[in-house]
T-cell receptor, first 112, second 111 residues
Framework: GQQLNQSPQSMFIQEGEDVSMNCTSSSIFNTWLWYKQDPGEGPVLLIALYKAGELTSNGRLTAQFGITRKDSFLNISASIPSDVGIYFCAGKLNSGNTPLVFGKGTRLSVIA | DGGITQSPKYLFRKEGQNVTLSCEQNLNHDAMYWYRQDPGQGLRLIYYSQIVNDFQKGDIAEGYSVSREKKESFPLTVTSAQKNPTAFYLC??????????FGPGTRLLVL
């Protein structure tokens, strides 16, 4: 099946640093989503993007829906220890109830 | 509380045994999904159902079966034909105009 190219695969950063990760695809999506997964738990939705060029913030998190509709990025500012986890991007090809296409995730580690 | 529940949290299976993982939602969502997650891997779609009494295979359906007799419930059976069933299983749901929400997951271990 389709997959998104998510990078980087993993990151080790110092507490207080900013973080950036992105997803690219050869297909056009009409929705981009970013999830965070804590160990042993289900992914939790962080940000949903519905329009090309849209820039949306949720606290210290900011995500953008690329103009070409083939990419998206997520920034985390001033990282804290509880930001540790796996971040997944997901794209939706149409507005129906079709399954999401997921990236393989970015594993974030924060060093205090 | 509205949400998606999965039970049990941990499940053990003996070789050659079928096991069923439960997924229930009270969000009134039309669509439900099952994913498998292996260490270091992303989420792989097993089956999904867009309406009651209908479901479609995902990318890795072999060795699994599902049913959707009620809107709220979408149980997944891991059959003995699934040769490598040890994984973390995630259920999700969505409805038109909404994004997809996940349950807490079930970890299946083979003894």
């Amino acid at each position: 099946g389709q997959q998104l190219n998510q990078s980087p695969q993993s990151m080790f950063i110092q507490e207080g640093e900013d973080v950036s990760m992105n997803c690219t695809s050869s297909s056009i999506f009409n929705t981009w989503l970013w999830y965070k997964q804590d160990p042993g738990e289900g992914p939790v939705l962080l940000i949903a993007l519905y329009k090309a060029g849209e820039l949306t913030s949720n606290g210290r998190l900011t995500a953008q829906f690329g103009i070409t509709r083939k990419d998206s990025f997520l920034n985390i500012s001033a990282s804290i220890p509880s930001d540790v986890g796996i971040y997944f991007c997901a794209g939706k090809l149409n507005s129906g109830n079709t399954p999401l296409v997921f990236g393989k995730g970015t594993r974030l580690s924060v060093i205090a | 509380d509205g949400g998606i529940t999965q039970s049990p949290k941990y499940l053990f299976r003996k070789e050659g045994q079928n096991v069923t993982l439960s997924c229930e939602q009270n969000l009134n969502h039309d669509a439900m999904y099952w994913y498998r997650q292996d260490p270091g891997q992303g989420l792989r779609l097993i089956y999904y159902s867009q309406i009651v009494n209908d479901f479609q295979k995902g990318d890795i359906a072999e060795g699994y079966s599902v049913s959707r007799e009620k809107k709220e419930s979408f149980p997944l059976t891991v059959t003995s034909a699934q040769k490598n069933p040890t994984a973390f299983y995630l259920c999700a749901s969505s409805t038109l105009g909404s994004t997809q929400y996940f349950g807490p997951g079930t970890r299946l271990l083979v003894l």
